[in-house]
């Protein structure tokens, strides 16, 4: 049997110790071992505990966010209190139940289908060129950023599996959270086009630029009509009742055009900083729509 020899020393004598290689081997073969061992424990480890408990610090600083930037008054779909009432305390209570680790597995369903529907909202803010989601309030986040964290936020969610025995595969499910996806944005898509109105709005998204805090801010738009008969305005609703829509009362003729001003009056929200996207409808007499615009706006502090 061949031997490995090393030397071992002390301050008399020096000493020759042979080693047999099986031995050696072993050793190694123990200390890998070891490693996997460890490797393995933090990988289920980060998939049992970290992935939870990131989860719900993201929906924990979503609510709190929410509550102190008070987004209810300011942002679509926020302005209603109900709804962003009803929104915080979803959010707190499945951070809460994911930290629990009770009915783990249905509480990742439900959060999975829960951040693939705050995707598609704010797929559909991107698209139409709003510069906040107020998922995080006030904290001004762009719907793109937004989406990120979602998508991030799912396949998290997927990865993770709270149960051992799984009836869905990480495959089947994140199949099917793209098919939910790619669905609601098709249906989004769709209303969106019904919903564009008898008269053509230019632009579609008119930005305010930089407006100091309390303070005002306009812009023009131009309305056309490309129809053969007159369409006139008789309502327009706002998501926020911060900006003011003026244009002359009369109707549009047909082939004519008339021009809007949006006036943004950050008076009635003077501590309020961050980004707006101020969505609105106009509507005819007979409740049909006649067009749809986006009005965005930086609110900032003045020097």
Wanted: aromatic share 8%; charged share 15%.
């Amino acid at each position: 049997m061949r031997l490995i020899a090393f030397r071992l020393g002390s301050e008399n004598e020096n000493r020759t110790t042979a080693l047999p290689v099986p031995l050696a081997s072993g050793m190694q073969a123990m200390k890998n071992k070891w490693l996997k061992a460890v490797v393995r424990t933090v990988a289920s480890w980060s998939s049992s505990r970290a992935i939870p408990v990131a989860v719900g610090l993201v929906l924990l600083s979503a609510a709190a966010l929410k509550v102190l930037s008070r987004p209810s008054t300011n942002f679509f779909p926020f302005d209603s209190n109900w709804f962003a009432a009803a929104l915080v305390g979803a959010e707190l209570t499945l951070a809460l139940w994911l930290w629990t680790g009770v009915w783990s597995a249905a509480v990742r369903l439900t959060l999975i289908c829960l951040f693939s529907c705050f995707a598609v909202f704010n797929w559909t803010q991107a698209t139409t060129g709003a510069v906040s989601c107020a998922c995080f309030g006030a904290i001004g986040l762009s719907p793109r950023t937004a989406l990120i964290v979602d998508a991030s936020l799912v396949g998290l969610l997927i990865y993770w599996q709270p149960v051992a025995t799984s009836i869905v595969t990480r495959a089947q499910l994140g199949i099917g959270t793209l098919l939910f996806c790619l669905a609601g944005m098709s249906a989004v898509s769709g209303q969106e086009k019904t919903m564009d109105g008898l008269l053509a709005v230019s632009p579609k998204v008119l930005d305010l630029g930089d407006i100091p805090r309390g303070t005002s801010g306009r812009g023009e738009f131009v309305i056309r009509n490309m129809s053969h008969e007159a369409v006139a305005i008789s309502e327009v609703e706002t998501s926020c009742p911060c900006l003011d829509i003026r244009f002359p009362e009369t109707p549009v003729e047909p082939g004519g055009q008339v021009r809007g001003e949006a006036v943004l009056d950050m008076s009635r929200e003077p501590r309020f900083t961050g980004n707006l996207a101020i969505k609105l409808n106009a509507r005819t007499a007979k409740n049909k729509s006649a067009f749809a615009m986006v009005v965005t706006a930086e609110i900032r502090n003045g020097d």
